[in-house]
């Protein structure tokens, strides 16, 4: 598998794939430009080696159709503010106006492509879709970390087309910083799990509870080990058909000599409503028709004295409903102790992502991931298809 520098790109037509899924307002307004951002290093090395720059993206979920609210035409303009730079953008992503504009390219020159997801064919995998893309590259580039986990024509199927097949540099930042983590970390090594289901995080509890040395979960997940533990948790988000599994992992920890810590304490509401009343309880005075939607101070002094001597922390899910203020003490803290660590932190993108933004601790943190879906498969032990197309577009040769 080969990365960007080890290729040839002068006067090349480099395609690239990156992850341009920016948060939009309701005026198409780009809301956090953090993506755009992380691509400008692999840009940058390309427009240093005098390539012709092809850019492909998706914007949201456009159902194959098009929508002018998810135009990359706001994607494009901020590209080119940070770039300095013009950047093209070409009102389609294939036909014969893209193939022309690609073919005058000059060196130096960036086109990006429209939305890819106005056509179906990308969700799908469509092999004469992605014959299509491959058709206006020399050089294949994939930086999109955050669709990694996908299987799509721009990520997958488009390797099977195009011998010149790499990853840029945002690829290599985060696999080398979950491999750090995954494979040889620095110990005691801590993971931080939360989120609403265990069902989600099913995988990556089974893999990390054989890597780390301690386990904090936290957030509604918590609940459904909290009543395979006995504890009766009133309304609280529960998984009735996965408590049994929920005590099987219990009992592995043990077993492994893997530190579990769960809540002790919990906020607590009677809905998830910004206006609801709260109250602060032991998980033994849960009332019977309230629901826990934050952990507790109680347990906010807990899980930070667990990540006390932590030498690697990994952070995937938040610890409560923290979008409404009621509830978000918990993750808050969190992002405080994980960021005031002495550890080599490593978040998993999405809802955790989010949340060390709003507590202010991003610059805190060694490394935030770009993908909330392809970092929680690294934590399973998975390998991603985009990763694993690249590397099979090397065996072939």
Known sequence: MKYIDEFDLREKRVLFRFDFNVPLDENSHIVDDGRIRAALPSINYALDEHAKIIIISHLGRPKGTYNDKLSLNPVARRLSRLLGKDVILAKDCIGNEVKHLIDTM????????????????????????AKELAGFADVYIDDAFGNAHRKHASNVGITKYINKCGLGFLMRKELNYFSKSLENPFRPFVAIIGGSKVSDKLQALGNLVRKVDKMIIGGGMAFTFLKAMGYEIGKSIVENDLIDTAYQGIEIAKKLGVKLYLPVDCVIAESVDPKAVTKIVPLQEIDPNWMGLDIGPATIALFR????????????????????????????????????????????????????????ESDYITYISTGGGASLELLEGKKLPAIQAIEECWQRQ
Do not use: Y
Request: hydrophobic share 45%; glycine share 10%.
């Open 106 to 129: 000059k060196p130096g020159c960036i086109v990006m492509l429209e939305n890819l997801r106005f056509h179906q064919e990308e969700t799908d995998n469509d092999d004469d879709f």
């Open 305 to 360: 004295e667990a990540l006390f001597d932590a030498k690697t922390i990994v952070w995937n899910g938040p610890m409560g409903v923290f979008e409404i203020d009621a509830f978000s003490r918990g993750t808050f803290a969190m992002a405080h102790a994980v960021a005031n660590s002495h550890a080599l932190t490593i978040v998993g993108g999405g809802d955790t992502d989010v949340a060390i933004h709003q507590a202010g």
